[in-house]
Structures are given as C-alpha cells and as structure tokens.
Antibody, heavy 117, light 106 residues
Framework: QIQLVQSGPELKKPGESVKISCKASGYTFTDYAMHWVKQAPGKGLKWMGWINTYTGKPTYADDFKGRFVFSLEASASTANLQISNLKNEDTATYFC??????????WGQGASVTVSS | DTVLTQSPALAVSLGQRVTISCRASKSVSTYMHWYQQKSGQQPKLLIYSASNLESGVPSRFSGSGSGTDFTLTIDPVEADDIANYYCQQSNELPFTFGSGTKLEIK
C-alpha cells in the first residue's frame, strides 16, 4: 500500500537549520510529484510548494521562498524539506503529500518542528 | 491567489445531514477537493474534483459544485465524523486551502 513516512520531531533554536524527510513506498516515486504543507499549532493548512520528482525541479509558494529548500534522494524514494535560519514562526507540523492528477491523495503523518530558545 | 472561504464551525446532531460550504474568490472549475483532518492526524482525501468519492471513503460523504460554490455533505453524520474539514483548489498555483470548518456534535 502507498505510504509516506516522515522523520521524527525536532527541537531547534532560532537561527539553526532543520531537515525533514519523507520516505515513499508502495508506488513508483518518480511518477508522482510531492507537495509540502505547513500547519502551525491550532491553525489551518498552508501550501508551501511542490517538487517534480522526475526532474527535481522545485516550485515554492511566495511565503516560502528563500529559507526553504525542497530536495530529493530519488534512489531512496525520499523527498526532503530543509529550513534554514529558523524563526519562532516556523514552529509547525510539516506534511508531505503525493500529488495524483492535481489531487493530494496520500499524506505523510507529519513532522513536528519546534523552534525555541 | 484564489481565496477559499469556509464557515468556521458547524454543530449537528448525530444521524442528521450536514452541508459544509466553500466559496472561491474566482472560478476554479471543478478543481476543488475536500479533506478531513482528525485531531493529531494528517489530512485525508474525501472528495476530489468536486464530486468524486475517494476510494474507501464511506458513501455518506458527497460533494457538489462548480465554478465558485462548493459543498461537502455528510448524511447521516456519525460520531466518527468529528473533525476539521478543508477545501482546497488546484485550478491554479499557488494551491490554496480554505481555513477549515470544525464539525461539532450537538
């Protein structure tokens, strides 16, 4: 069955960096794009962007240009999200989601990032 | 960007019918999808392309609409349906989500 398994919770200080992974299984990784979605505590879902898993080309929403990087380890069927120069407002749960014909049909369980001094 | 507007919360009695609405600031054709998110869990796809039931989702869930006005209907509501419901458009980038509707049981 299709599964997206994300890395564990992270506690970081402001200014540090974090890398979140999303390992896919149960399908051909490069056949489907991967999206990233942010959910701050008690808030709704915010689309961050997506990465073409065949070409590796990322596309970022405006609010996520600069400190956010989407990358791949295609041989390991893994998508990564790296956030640099962490700020308090980056405290959130980050979800990866597979896109199937413009629909996010499978989601990871979420990776919690807490930024606190 | 396409803004999606949802009512913040709805209260319904078990066994009744509930409709959750989503209005888009511009036409999204039928590129509208609905997700259910229970507390502490990841979102789950319920309805795609406005009216198509995702595989494995109970037939109590249905969706309708096109253009700017969309609804998600649950009939009958069960206790397991307590969750937040989000609409999301994929007609244009950036993809956007509604702010979510919290379904509560009376």
């Amino acid at each position: 069955q299709i599964q997206l398994v994300q890395s564990g919770p992270e506690l970081k200080k402001p200014g540090e960096s974090v890398k979140i992974s999303c390992k896919a299984s149960g399908y051909t990784f490069t056949d489907y794009a991967m999206h990233w979605v942010k959910q701050a505590p008690g808030k709704g879902l915010k689309w961050m962007g997506w990465i073409n898993t065949y070409t590796g080309k990322p596309t970022y929403a405006d609010d996520f240009k600069g400190r956010f990087v989407f990358s791949l380890e295609a041989s390991a069927s893994t998508a990564n999200l790296q956030i640099s120069n962490l700020k308090n407002e980056d405290t959130a749960t980050y979800f990866c989601a597979r896109e199937n014909w413009s629909v996010m049909d499978a989601w990871g369980q979420g990776a919690s990032v807490t930024v606190s001094s | 960007d396409t803004v999606l507007t949802q009512s913040p919360a709805l209260a319904v009695s078990l066994g009744q019918r509930v409709t959750i609405s989503c209005r888009a600031s511009k036409s999204v054709s039928t590129y509208m999808h609905w997700y259910q998110q229970k507390s502490g869990q990841q979102p789950k796809l319920l309805i795609y392309s406005a009216s198509n039931l995702e595989s494995g989702v109970p037939s109590r869930f249905s969706g309708s609409g096109s253009g700017t006005d969309f609804t998600l209907t649950i009939d009958p509501v069960e206790a397991d349906d307590i969750a937040n419901y989000y609409c999301q458009q994929s007609n244009e980038l950036p993809f956007t989500f509604g702010s979510g509707t919290k379904l509560e049981i009376k």
